[in-house]
């Protein structure tokens, strides 16, 4: 009975998740919420896993903060694009050459560079294994075997963090 219970309740929280991001874009309160967690990321108030990404937007040009989970992998840090590839952050990383900066207690300078279609499954099933908010939009339980993360995957960009260092003649 327990059981049906916590099944109800995660197929609610799911079907709201997916209401606030309906057409692959936030609402009002999505927005909200995303305002007021990348605020607290950048401060430093929550797992180490949770980022802050600033990038200059691409029409504008003024600064988007976007709240993201770090996935780690293989020694190596990724960020996974949860709403695919119509999300904003990632038209505007892409227009930024990659160069972003990441808050978490402070600023670290780093460039994206997007991983290759047939490396992102194992980053894709870390991914939903830290971040619960993103099991909603990704149509593959985070226990499935790679194979399935596979056929998803080219859906997914997924982007290695590597530090940003200037070039030599700047130094």
Known sequence: MAATGDRHRAGLWYRHVR????????????RLMNQLSAGQYAAGLAPRHWVTLEVPGRRTGR?????????????????????GERANWVANVRAAGGRVVLRHGRREAVRLVEVPVADRPPILRRHLALAPG??????????????????????????????????????
């Open 63 to 83: 600064l988007v903060a976007v709240p993201l989970v770090v996935a780690d992998h293989d020694g190596e840090r990724y960020l996974v694009a949860m709403l």
């Open 19 to 30: 209401w606030m991001y309906r057409g692959g874009r936030p609402n009002a309160l999505a």
């Open 134 to 171: 993103a099991r909603p939009h990704v149509p593959v339980d985070r226990h499935a075997p790679l194979a399935e993360f596979a056929r998803i995957a080219d859906r997914f960009p997924v982007f290695r963090i590597i530090p940003d260092r200037p070039p030599a003649a700047d130094r």
